[in-house]
Nanobody, 123 residues
Framework: QVQLVESGGGKVQAGGSLRLSCVAS????????LGWFRQFPGKEVDIVAG????????YYEDSVKGRFTISRDNARNTLYLQMNNLKPEDTAVYYC????????????????WGQGTQVTVSS
């Protein structure tokens, strides 16, 4: 079974930065489309950023464009999300997810999910 383990969440003041990591195991990493999603309290999971297996141009949700960067290191089976200029409205639980090949931004199309990591941004 594919396993995804996130880390790097925490508390930060507005304007600060965090880098999330997601280490994947039990999969051929370079065959997988990967994504970062987040869930606000009482809301459904939604896309933050996605990156296809072939590393074509990444997708970003509009509110994070220019502030967040998704990247992957296939040698380390690791997905990253660099988050800069964080805002209180970025406060959420962040999840990484994977699917073999395929599209990069629809949550229901992803087969494997990490346990989530809390990001809290104070004003």
């Amino acid at each position: 079974q594919v396993q995804l383990v996130e880390s790097g969440g925490g508390k930060v003041q507005a304007g600060g930065s965090l880098r999330l990591s997601c280490v994947a195991s039990r999969l051929t990493f370079n065959e997988y489309t990967l994504g970062w999603f987040r869930q606000f309290p009482g809301k459904e999971v939604d896309i933050v950023a996605g990156l296809r297996w072939n590393e074509e141009r990444a997708y970003y949700e509009d509110s994070v464009k220019g502030r967040f960067t998704i990247s992957r290191d296939n040698a380390r089976n690791t997905l990253y999300l660099q988050m800069n200029n964080l805002k209180p409205e970025d406060t959420a639980v962040y999840y990484c997810a994977a699917r073999q090949f395929g599209r990069r931004k629809i949550p229901t199309e992803f087969d494997f999910w990490g346990q989530g990591t809390q990001v809290t941004v104070s004003s």
